[in-house]
């Protein structure tokens, strides 16, 4: 039986390591995909569950910068075929504004922008048959929790954004984070649209899913200490009541997605099928969308 090779973004902590640790159980090898291959080393070292005897390779990947995409794009040659790709990898941050090595807004730029480029150029080379984009529950205004809420703008606002003198940093660059998740359900409209429109001998699935609020994983690397409190205290009241998730039971079904969903083009909460944001639905904002990340990167893809 031929192996099925997944790449996880993000895959050295949280939900993608335990999405790569629930993978290798199932006999997929992967391809960890991670800013720094040292600290994914250590995590696995660190990581009693993770069975070191199954199939998996550390390959550096920084999705903030366009040309590290394409070398790790451009690396993958001994792979003759990748069966799914799980973009997970996310980072958030909270007061002035950061910028990727392209100098966009770094939350759009990596979150979004960067699994774009990825999905992609990958599919220039490969007949991938399952995709999966994290997002979260954040996307929609409707959410229940107290951070700012998603606005979607044209591209150029949402690479390059400008200081809003009516609220604060910490508010915007959590909006940032939000639409930033709202952008992936968008583009895994709109990529399912695509494949349909083009009737391809190989279905690819795409879905996207918000795997819960996780306030405390590596998501936030890019606190400060005083943010990192500030979560971990929200993250104990949302469990108070009900609204937190953890990484080990989440990745469960993001490996539901790979393994064993037959849907495309949907939308799911953890284990279950879910109506996402009014916004993701909006064909002219996923156009727009693709459009103007095709306009960033100098590109076009999958055209219909």
Same mark, same amino acid.
């Given at each position: 039986? @031929? #192996?099925?090779? #997944?790449?996880?973004?993000?895959? =050295?902590? &949280?939900?993608? $390591?335990?999405?790569? @640790?629930?993978?290798? +159980? /199932? ?23 993770? +069975? ?65 480029? $990825?999905?992609?150029?990958? /599919? ?13 529950? $954040? ?18 606002? $949402?690479?390059?954004?400008? #200081? ?6 910490? @508010? ?11 952008? +992936? ?20 699935? #795409? ?12 998501? &936030? ?7 990192? /409190? ?15 998730? =953890? ?6 079904? %993001? %490996? ?14 953890? +284990? ?29 893809? /999958?055209?219909?």
């Amino acid at each position: 039986m @031929k #192996v099925k090779n #997944v790449i996880v973004t993000g895959a =050295n902590s &949280g939900l993608g $390591l335990w999405t790569t @640790k629930y993978l290798l +159980d /199932l006999d997929y090898s992967v391809v960890m995909a991670c800013r720094n291959i040292e600290k994914t080393q250590k995590a696995i070292d660190e990581f009693p569950e993770f +069975d070191k005897n199954k199939e998996f390779i550390i390959r550096k990947l920084d999705l903030a910068d366009f040309e590290s995409i394409r070398n790790f794009v451009d690396g993958l040659e001994d792979f003759e075929t990748i069966y799914a790709l799980d973009c997970n990898a996310g980072i958030s941050y909270e007061g002035p504004f950061r910028f990727t090595k392209n100098g966009i807004e770094e939350t759009f730029g990596t979150n979004y922008l960067g699994h774009f480029l $990825l999905t992609n150029l990958l /599919l220039e080379k490969y007949t991938l048959e399952r995709i999966v984009m994290i997002s979260s529950e $954040l996307h929609n205004p409707k959410n229940k929790s107290p951070f700012a809420k998603a606005v979607f703008k044209p591209v150029p606002e $949402l690479a390059y954004p400008k #200081v809003d003198e009516n609220t604060t940093l910490q @508010k915007q660059t959590q909006s940032f984070y939000a639409t930033s998740k709202l952008c +992936d359900i968008l583009f895994t409209y709109e990529l399912d649209r695509r494949f349909k429109a083009k009737g391809l001998p190989i279905k690819t699935l #795409v879905n996207a899913i918000n795997p819960g609020l996780m306030l405390t994983t590596n998501l &936030g690397r890019k606190h400060t200490s005083g943010e990192n /409190l500030y979560r971990k205290f929200l993250d104990i009241i949302f469990k108070i009541i009900g609204l937190s998730d =953890n990484p080990r039971a989440s990745a469960k079904s %993001v %490996v539901r997605l790979i393994d064993a969903i037959t849907t495309s083009g949907l939308y799911y909460d953890k +284990d279950k099928l879910a109506q996402s944001s009014a916004d993701s639905y909006d064909e002219q904002k996923a156009k727009a969308l693709w459009e103007g990340s095709e306009a960033i990167i100098g590109s076009k893809f /999958l055209t219909k």
